[in-house]
Antibody
């Protein structure tokens, strides 16, 4: 059974940093592109970042470029999102998600339960 | 940047009736379009990909159509468990900067 479990969310002050983790199990993690998607309270879904199987390609939504870094550790079956210079508008539930197949041009089939990040003073 | 626009924002439908949701892309995304369902407090669930292929375990009352810039999700006979928010998402362009529509909430009439 595929499982994605996020952790690391919490309350952080504006300008602060946070590192989210996603523990993957039930599939060959190193064979799949992975993604982070977020959802602000009461709002819609926003794609945040994609990372290739070996970490050699990373793509970001403009609003987080230069502040967030997606990474992975295939030996630990883990995906990460390092978030720096956090702003109030980054407040959201952050979901880790796996693509349907081993390519990025595809839908997101598996999702974690999400972890809440609140940026507030 | 491809912008996805969904309509209507809210759809009021009685159980057993048909619901038709629309999604428009600002430029062609071919058939690289997915639909997701999200219920309160839950993660999104993949319903449709490739514009018209149902994901595993999705009931036949859900169907998708369209290509290029205009897409439709149809729920043929709404069940109580179908009242939720639905999002479309394109995965066509390169680099892979994906985009979701703003969502359509299907509520009980």
């Amino acid at each position: 059974e595929v499982q994605l479990v996020e952790s690391g969310g919490g309350l952080v002050q504006p300008g602060g940093s946070l590192r989210l983790s996603c523990a993957a199990s039930g599939f060959t993690f190193s064979s799949y592109w992975m993604s982070w998607v977020r959802q602000a309270p009461g709002k819609g879904l926003e794609w945040v970042a994609n990372i290739k199987q070996d970490g050699s390609e990373k793509y970001y939504v403009d609003s987080v470029k230069g502040r967030f870094t997606i990474s992975r550790d295939n030996a630990k079956n883990s995906l990460y999102l390092q978030m720096n210079s956090l702003r109030a508008e980054d407040t959201a539930v952050y979901y880790c998600a796996r693509f349907h197949r081993g390519m990025v041009r595809g839908p997101l089939l598996y999702w974690g339960q999400g972890t809440l990040v609140t940026v507030s003073s | 940047e491809i912008v996805m626009t969904q309509s209507p924002a809210t759809l009021s439908v009685s159980p057993g009736e048909r619901a038709t949701l629309s999604c428009r892309a600002s430029q062609s995304v071919s058939s690289n379009l997915a639909w997701y369902q999200q219920k309160p407090g839950q993660a999104p669930r993949l319903l449709i990909y490739g514009a018209s292929t149902r994901a595993t375990g999705i009931p036949a009352r859900f169907s998708g159509s369209g290509s290029g810039t205009e897409f439709t999700l149809t729920i043929s006979s709404l069940q109580s468990e179908d009242f939720a928010v639905y999002y479309c998402q394109q995965y066509n362009n390169w680099p892979p900067l994906w985009a979701f529509g703003q969502g359509t909430k299907v509520e009980i009439k």
